[in-house]
Every structure is written in C-alpha cells, then in structure tokens.
C-alpha cells in the first residue's frame, strides 16, 4: 500500500483558513450594487434647431400590413406638395446620408433630387416597400399586380393608393396634391401608382424604371441571362435588411464566373435555392406568362391615362435601358391632347440625372446636362403640378439629348419626329466584304466571315480584371456601356467592319434594327451586335480621344428565341438563318471625319451568362459537356446581305 503524505500543523491552519473564507458551492453569491447606466431608457433628440422635422410612422395598408414611412416637413411649411418615393433600398439610409440639422445634406444620395425638393419647399416622404427594412409583410422582387400571378388583394398600386390617402389626410402642412418620383426599382413604383390611382396623385416621374425584366431590363435581354446581377438578387432577397452580404474569392469578376461554370451551377453554390425570386427566374427561362403579364409597359397600355407622366431616360444606363421608351411607346398614343405624357432623353447612366452631368467616363458633353434637367425640366414640372397657383411648364413632349453635337432638342414625339425641318427614314448600313462597312448592297465578294467561339474562352464584355457591380470604393460599373470598343475589336473571335472616314455629318435618332444573317456549327447561339463610333485618329481639343471607339447602340440576342421569344427551339446546324432584333435608343451625330464601325460576337462575360452553344432545354441546367466550340459565320452575300437598318435624320 502506498504511504499516506504527512502534512505538517502550520500548513493545515492555513488551509483550513482558506477553506473557511472560500463560499460553500450552494451559498448565495454576494450582492454587489448596480452602477447606474449613463445611457437613458428613452433618449428624445433636441432638434428645434433643425430646418425640417422628421416623422416615423407606420401606415395600415388594407390587409393590415404595416408600412415603416420617413417624412420630412420643412420647417414653416403651410400647403407644401408632397414628393413620395417607395422604396426597398432602406428609407432610414436614403432621408439619412449626413447628419444635419439642414434638410439638403440629409438627402445628397441616390434617388433625391436634392436641390430641387429642398428649394421649393416639397414635403418629402420615403417609404419601405412592404417586407424591406422597418416595413412589415413579405417582399416579392417587382410585386406583381394582382392577377393570375398575384392572387391576394395587395400589390405595389393599392400600397401606393393606401399610403397617398393616408398622407394627405394626416399631414396638416401639405396641400393634399402628391406626387411620386424614383429611379430603378424606385422608379418601377411611380409606374405602379398610375394603376387605378389615388385623385390625389397629380404626377409621376419614373426615372429609369424597371419595366420588363426579360426584354431588355435587369434580367434578361433579348433571352441571354444577366448573371452578374446574381449578387443584387442575393442581398436583395435574403434577408429584410440586406445585412446578409454577397462575396467572393476572386479580384476578377472574370475567374469568378468562370470558375462556376454556368449561373445555375453558381447559384446553387451559394445557396440560392432558397431564395423565391432565383427559382422564378431559373424556372422561366423564356418569356411565358410569368414575364410577359408583368411587363409594365403591357399593363399600362390597358390603363386608362390619369395621371401626368414624365418618363426620364439614358443613352447609356447599364442597367434600365429598356423601360422608360418601352412605357412611352405604349401610353404615347393615349395622350390625346398633347398635355399628359412627358419623355425626357438624356447622355446618363443609370440615374446620373441628379448627379454631375458633364462628362460620362471619357466622353464630354460640355455642361452639366444633369443639372440642366433638374433646373430647366424637373423643378418647374413638378411645380405646375404640385404648388398651388404655379404656372403651367414650357416643356416641349420630348427634350431629347443629341450626342455629337452636344445639344438639347424639342421634339413634338419620339422617334418619327425631330425638329420642324426633320424627317426620320431607315436606312441600311450594310456589312461588306473586306470587313468594310457601306450603305451600298454588297454585290460580289466573299459570301462570309467566320470565327470561332470557344465558351472556354469568352469574349469579356469589358476590359479585364472586370468589377463588380457596384457604385462605391471607386467602381465603374456605371462607365462600361462607354468603355473604349478597342478592347474587343482585336480578337479573332470578334468580327469587326468599319467604314470610310464620313464627309458629312450623319445623324440617328431611335432604335437601331439589326438584320442579322448567320450560321453557326453549334445548335443554340448568341449574337452580339455593337453600332460604334470611331473618333478620328487625333482629337485636338482632348488628345486621349484619338480612335476612340464609342459603342453608340449596343445588345446581345440569344439564337433559340429567333422564332419567338416564348418558343426556344434548336438551331438548324450551319444553315444561315435571319436574326432581328433592336439595339438601344440613340440620339446621336456621327460628325465628319469619324467613322462607323459593327462588331459581332457570340459572348459578353460575363455580363451575360455562356450560351453552351448546345441546345439544352434549360441553360441554367447546362452540364460542363454541354459547352462545346463553334464555327461562325456572319454573310454579306447578295441575298444573304446582313446589316443594320438605322434610324437617319434627313433635313
């Protein structure tokens, strides 16, 4: 047996002692007082210094729902108009952008034109969409209006109806007239309120709405998938405030796409399946029902005219392009009296016209357009609407941009109209052989060129490490629809036509119409088609500009829809087939001594999402060998002449 360990009498006292000073585990802790907190139940600012008073209410829609609204008074307001904007990008954020006790600088941002709401004096309210932000109920991407796709009794236009009726009932200031304005998402809503609107909803300025999201809008065009809008969908949809953050490991968009393969491959790898609005999108790949009945501009066009209408538009918005035409084309005709329905064309990206307006990435306009709009179309607009006893606008039915010559112009409609002495007529811009470009048939020569597309090699849309989408940390996302073309014009797999150095000017005004004659050696295709300006070799007023190459109109077409947009179907292999289909809206001068150029491609990554060039039924459920290489071939033969019929201004 082991010895037992002898502990000597001074050591034991002292350990006994200690024991007797320690708690016993069951005995009650000791009790010590609470330090009072420096921080107050309820804090209440003291804000009689401000020039506005800000209000957070909720306002009840009809099913009860709940919607977070901010609404800033300015102080001493007595029957001021009221601007509203709803909103899914955080009302708190956009009424917050610098702490002040000045209104102006706490609406410098996105979707605030702020000196014109600060100047005249607007009430001004933005709201939380319901299921964003401080809002409740549940978020569906572009609500639906109710109907075969929304079967409950709300949508976007009864909570823009319940929200004008509450305002104008609750907020003493105003002179009860409403009006409602926004940019994108923000710019869909005012299209929203015109659907059985409320009497006092006097005018709405959609600002480069989203209006048809497969045609031409955020998330298709023309059928070839958006993906590098699968970041917006993701913070978007996961959660209410956008605290759960898209991410990658990769500097260059480029890798990233690649390295997933297709958009349904990425998808899944970050868990999108459990988003709503991804399963839509990856469940309707052609344009069924589910796009088709709510497209925007298709529900208007059943509308009666009720509300005044401004619709705001840019030559160059990479992200909207489609929408605001798209709605001028289907409520124009309504406006029998010349009086309701206002388009506005400027040289911006996508919301840039309440932002600095001289320049958009390398090409100048010699003043601030932006600031022109909102001081000579926006505020007094708005005001012969919402301000009592104002006069009524000088503001002509289209003010249009021109680019090349840097202008505004008055035009009595868009496009069959210009100026007094206009007339537009089409007229073909034939694709030759040589890679030479004419108005003239092409009438001998070879019958075709050809590359090859190889999806393991793309064409990028832009020059690489691309970035992500985004406006902050020095992003230029809102530059790439004017990026030099060089970039692309130099690849063998990029077919390129340019023509003679112009003697005259030559002027365009409305939507390029492409007439495509190709082949290719796979069963499905995508054709990228690109009107350029080519700057003359020297530009001595801004040296830089010297061969610049301007993408004028530019858009992707995706083959299996040559038939029909809701019927995809295999190509017949090395037939060559007719394509047609618009560019862009453009109002531009080709000046003399520039020229013109077309550029044809079966890629832009990876803005847009790989067509395998093997017909699947679901490009979104492409497998890895479905991806095979592909020989081109764009004609220019004499009945198989392709070209671009263009929109010519003729004094």
């Avoid at 024991?19 to 907190?37: E, G, M, R, V």
């Avoid at 998330?219 to 759960?244: C, K, M, P, T, V």
């Avoid at 918005?317 to 206002?342: H, S, W």
């Amino acid at each position: 047996m082991k010895p037992r360990l002898a502990i000597r009498p001074t050591l034991l006292a002292l350990l006994l002692a200690a024991s007797t000073a320690l708690p016993a585990a069951d005995a009650p802790q000791a009790k010590y007082p609470n330090y009072p907190s420096e921080t107050p139940a309820h804090f209440t600012p003291v804000t009689a210094s401000f020039d506005y008073e800000r209000r957070e209410v909720m306002i009840p829609m009809r099913d009860g729902v709940k919607l977070h609204t901010v609404i800033l008074v300015p102080k001493g307001a007595n029957h001021a108009g009221i601007l509203l904007t709803r909103t899914p990008y955080d009302a708190n954020a956009l009424t917050s952008h610098t702490m002040s006790g000045h209104l102006g600088p706490m609406l410098q941002g996105y979707d605030n034109a702020t000196d014109v709401i600060v100047e005249d004096g607007y009430i001004r309210v933005v709201q939380d969409v319901r299921g964003k932000y401080g809002s409740e109920g549940d978020f569906v991407m572009n609500r639906p209006v109710h109907g075969p796709l929304n079967p409950t009794p709300v949508d976007d236009a009864t909570d823009t109806y319940d929200t004008i009726d509450w305002l104008v009932k609750n907020i003493p200031e105003s002179n009860g007239k409403v009006g409602t304005l926004g940019i994108s998402y923000d710019g869909f809503e005012p299209l929203m309120a015109l659907i059985n609107p409320h009497p006092a909803l006097k005018v709405s300025v959609p600002m480069n709405p989203m209006v048809d999201g497969w045609m031409g809008d955020d998330w298709f065009h023309n059928g070839a998938f958006r993906q590098q809008n699968l970041s917006y969908i993701y913070e978007q949809e996961a959660s209410r405030d956008n605290s759960i953050r898209w991410w990658s490991s990769f500097h260059d968009e480029y890798d990233l796409f690649m390295h997933y393969g297709s958009a349904g491959a990425m998808g899944e790898a970050y868990g999108m399946g459990q988003l709503g609005f991804w399963n839509k999108i990856v469940a309707h790949p052609a344009y069924d029902a589910f796009w088709s009945q709510q497209a925007v501009d298709k529900l208007l066009a059943e509308q009666p005219l009720k509300v005044p209408v401004m619709l705001v538009h840019g030559l160059w918005d990479q992200e909207d392009i489609y929408g605001a035409p798209a709605v001028y084309r289907a409520i124009e005709p309504k406006d029998t009296t010349g009086n309701m329905v206002r388009l506005v064309i400027g040289p911006w990206y996508h919301g840039q016209q309440i932002e600095e307006g001289s320049a958009l990435g390398a090409i100048r306009f010699g003043s601030d357009t932006a600031k022109y709009f909102r001081e000579h179309i926006l505020r007094p607009y708005l005001a012969q609407y919402l301000k009592d006893g104002a006069p009524k606008a000088d503001i002509a039915p289209v003010t249009a941009f021109q680019t090349g010559t840097n202008r505004w112009q008055q035009l009595d409609h868009w496009p069959l109209a210009c100026e007094r002495s206009c007339a537009t007529a089409s007229r073909a811009l034939y694709l030759e052989p040589g890679n030479k470009l004419g108005f003239a048939a092409p009438a001998q020569g070879a019958a075709y060129d050809e590359y090859i597309s190889d999806p393991a090699r793309p064409v990028p849309f832009r020059a690489r490490p691309i970035q992500p989408v985004g406006y902050d940390n020095g992003l230029t996302w809102q530059e790439w629809l004017v990026d030099d073309q060089r970039e692309a014009s130099g690849r063998t797999d990029v077919l390129t036509y340019v023509s003679e150095p112009l003697t005259a000017a030559l002027t365009i005004a409305g939507a390029p119409q492409v007439h495509l004659v190709a082949s290719t050696s796979g069963t499905d295709s995508d054709w990228v088609v690109k009107l350029i300006d080519v700057y003359p070799d020297q530009v001595a007023e801004q040296p830089a500009m010297g061969g610049y190459q301007l993408a004028v109109a530019m858009d992707i077409f995706r083959g299996r829809y040559r038939t029909g947009f809701d019927k995809p179907a295999p190509l017949a292999a090395n037939q060559p087939l007719d394509y047609r289909f618009s560019l862009p809206n453009a109002n531009h001068v080709f000046l003399p001594g520039h020229r013109l150029m077309v550029q044809v491609q079966s890629s832009w990554f990876p803005l847009y999402d790989r067509n395998p060039q093997t017909y699947v039924p679901n490009i979104f459920k492409a497998q890895p060998a479905d991806y095979v290489r592909a020989t081109q071939r764009v004609y220019h033969a004499p009945g198989k002449a392709s070209f671009i019929a263009l929109p010519v201004v003729s004094r």
